[in-house]
């Protein structure tokens, strides 16, 4: 089998920024003419081995960062964009949607952003009831898909914020009681901590300096919690500096990412990266121990085992998502070319969705994507309760999966056979190519279809070649 080849022209130009390095500078230092840097920043050359190897040796890097997933999440937004019935003309070939990602990523993003835009205008013309007679009716951004993609991009790992809490968690001591130091934090800063048997699972008053957090909840959720409001009383200026840096469109999207921020401090700082890395590779990634271990819940430990890409010390590429009852998404990210609808459910042969029927148990799962790409698939329900009898019972299912080549190193692999059969699953019914799909809900739109009106199989249709 050829090995593919590597385009990284945009990649190398921002090295090289960062770096702050002239071609000619950049060029010698890996050792190549300026002509052939030239080529290879504008893709006109894959990179050399040689080059990868240089960049390893003379600066450190770490050569993953060449082959990050920012393009393939690109293309497969793209694809799922131009799967909207408003593009009547010929989808552009998936080869053009590569180079497109590949050599203008702000172009990508710019139509990503207005389509983006014709959806919410769509959405809100067609609620005339909300719309007709109202001033603010106009086409406004989402502050919650806004800050959705800056993680996204972001591959949902946050440098500066990450090693500010592993510093904290480091200077707990080898015990990592990262409670008591930040319990010891706030009492020096003035603030009052109560645990009480309130509704609320945390309200801060900050007049009375005073912070109380619910009895009731989980003691997972009340560490994470107390983490919470740590991070925004002692590291606002990490937190607005990052902020800045992002340049949010609406102080909504600000708001909400701020809130986003904090909680992605408290993550880290419960479960900080070195010592967590650590730990999950000798636990072969077992989510029950590693909660044990960290004193975080199994949705804490999941999310967070998908956030691990820090350069030079990254772990398994997960993905990891989380779906309510109705099957809606509400948490998503990938460190893989696994892909998540940005509207609407996951693909209904997930076994996402049936865990449900299995109330804390793990189910596993081998699937196999429309592009061949082939993955280990684990899902458990978990369960928020109320802490009281009248109180509701939040449901979620949660999927945490990375590809099978990585399967050795998950203990949810052992009696597995890696031979067996690939349920075959898609991104959404509405661009997978899958013509045989027995769960398919509508047709893909990417692709003509032949109706028979004699003749009826599992679909009312036949998707032609």
């Not at 909504?252 to 993550?267: P, Q, S, T, V």
Request: a neutral charge; proline letters at 6%; aromatic letters at 8%.
């Amino acid at each position: 089998m050829a090995t593919q080849k590597l385009y990284a022209g945009v990649k190398l130009r921002e090295i090289r920024g960062r770096l702050a390095l002239t071609q000619k500078s950049f060029a010698d230092k890996l050792g190549v003419s300026l002509p052939y840097l030239n080529q290879m920043e504008n893709n006109h050359r894959p990179v050399s081995a040689a080059v990868v190897l240089a960049l390893a040796q003379e600066f450190g890097l770490d050569v993953t960062e060449l082959t990050v997933g920012e393009s393939e999440r690109l293309v497969s937004d793209m694809r799922e964009a131009l799967a909207d019935p408003v593009f009547t003309a010929a989808t552009p070939p998936l080869a053009d949607l590569r180079l497109a990602a590949s050599n203008a990523p702000a172009l990508a993003r710019a139509f990503l952003d207005l389509h983006r835009a014709y959806r919410q205008n769509h959405e809100r013309l067609a609620s005339l009831d909300e719309a007709l007679g109202r001033e603010d009716a106009g086409l406004k951004p989402s502050p919650w898909e806004e800050v959705r993609d800056f993680f996204h991009y972001c591959d949902n790992y946050i440098d500066a914020v990450d090693r500010a809490a592993e510093h904290f968690a480091t200077s707990a001591g080898p015990k990592r009681d990262v409670i008591r130091l930040a319990e010891d934090l706030l009492h020096r800063q003035g603030v009052a901590l109560h645990y009480d048997d309130t509704p609320a699972i945390r309200r801060y008053d900050p007049a009375a300096r005073r912070l109380v957090i619910s009895a009731r909840a989980q003691d997972a959720t009340r560490r994470f919690q107390l983490l919470y409001q740590l991070a925004l009383l002692t590291q606002n200026d990490l937190l607005e500096a990052t902020l800045d840096f992002a340049r949010f469109s609406t102080p909504e999207a600000r708001d909400i990412a701020k809130i986003g921020l904090a909680n992605y401090f408290a993550g880290a700082a419960l479960l900080p990266y070195r010592a967590f890395l650590e730990a999950a590779r000798e636990t072969r990634h077992d989510l029950e121990r590693l909660a044990d271990l960290f004193g975080a819940s199994i949705e804490q430990v999941a999310h967070r085992l998908s956030t691990l890409q820090r350069p030079g010390a990254k772990g398994i590429p997960f993905f990891f998502v989380r779906v309510d009852q109705a099957g809606t998404i509400t948490k998503r990210h990938s460190a893989t070319r696994l892909q998540f609808a940005r509207f609407g459910g996951a693909c209904p042969l997930w076994n996402v969705h049936q865990a449900f029927e299995t109330p804390g148990k793990f189910l596993r799962q081998f699937v196999e994507t429309p592009d061949g790409v082939r993955y280990l698939c684990l899902a458990r329900e978990v369960s928020k309760p109320g802490g009281a009898f009248l109180a509701p019972v939040r449901r979620y299912a949660i999927g945490l999966g990375c590809e099978v080549r990585h399967a050795s190193e998950m203990v949810y692999a052992d009696g597995l056979d890696p031979r067996g059969r690939f349920e075959p699953i898609g991104i959404s019914c509405r661009i997978c190519e899958r013509a045989t799909c027995h769960q398919r809900s509508v047709p893909p739109l990417e692709r003509r279809l032949k109706v028979n009106p004699d003749s009826r199989d599992l679909l009312p249709y036949e998707i032609a070649e």
